[in-house]
């Protein structure tokens, strides 16, 4: 149902653009996220974007990853910017809560 892309290596201080497609009406039924899991960690929810367009981000990367969505294009956006080594994961997409299955997330790898 979902399937993310964007990933990749990048220097500290560098940016990407993650992208995620979903298959049916899913962003015009329910709230969306982007979440990630840490090598060792727990999967986390790092930012949301309610159905009526309102959006907010974990206070650890407040200013520099930001969500958008493409409703007519059935995409999720996540700018990521001045990106430090703990951003280092496996990003994914899914509902806020979580009502639907994983897709294969998409590696960001932020290394010098």
């Known amino acids: 149902q979902f399937v993310e892309s964007g990933g990749g290596l990048v220097q500290p201080g560098g940016s990407l653009r993650l992208s995620c497609a979903a298959s049916?009406?899913?962003?015009?039924?329910?709230?969306v996220g982007w979440y990630r899991q840490a090598p060792g960690k727990q999967r986390e929810l790092v930012a949301g974007i309610t159905l009526g367009g309102g959006t907010r981000v974990i206070d650890s990367v407040k200013g520099r990853l930001a969500i958008s969505m493409d409703k007519a294009k059935k995409t999720l956006y996540l700018e990521m910017s001045n990106l430090i080594v703990e951003d280092t994961a496996v990003y994914y997409c899914n509902t806020v809560p979580t009502y639907l299955g994983w897709g294969k997330g998409t590696l960001v790898t932020v290394s010098s």
């Open positions: 049916g009406s899913i962003f015009s039924i329910y709230d």
